[in-house]
Nanobody, 123 residues
Framework: QVQLVESGGGLVQAGGSLRLSCAAS????????MGWFRQAPGKEREFVAA????????SYADSVKGRFTISRDNAKNTVYLQMNSLKPEDTAVYYC????????????????WGQGTQVTVSS
């Protein structure tokens, strides 16, 4: 069982930056692939980024590629999402996810989820 706690959300102006963190309770954090998803009001949850177990591979949604960077620190049991050049359309609740065997873009395939952190980008 893994517990995930996100932090770092907030209000930022368009063009600004935020860094989200997700702390995991897992004893063997490196056994889990990690991902970030987001859900805007009235929309379905969507994939943002994922990182492999060792951190050697990453994937991104086209909408954030070149602006967001996912990384992990296995010694700190933490995954990060650095968000630069933020746009109003990035406004959403951002969720951290973990899974032992999957790191794709299908949210239903991820087994563990955090409670989410709100990111609001003003124009």
């Amino acid at each position: 069982q893994v517990q995930l706690v996100e932090s770092g959300g907030g209000l930022v102006q368009a063009g600004g930056s935020l860094r989200l963190s997700c702390a995991a309770s897992a004893r063997t954090f490196s056994s889990y692939a990690m991902g970030w998803f987001r859900q805007a009001p009235g929309k379905e949850r969507e994939f943002v980024a994922a990182i492999s177990w060792s951190g050697g591979s990453t994937s991104y949604a086209d909408s954030v590629k070149g602006r967001f960077t996912i990384s992990r620190d296995n010694a700190k049991n933490t995954v990060y999402l650095q968000m630069n050049s933020l746009k109003p359309e990035d406004t959403a609740v951002y969720y951290c996810a973990a899974d032992r065997s999957y790191w794709g873009s299908e949210d239903s395939a991820w087994n563990y989820w955090g409670q989410g952190t709100q990111v609001t980008v003003s124009s």
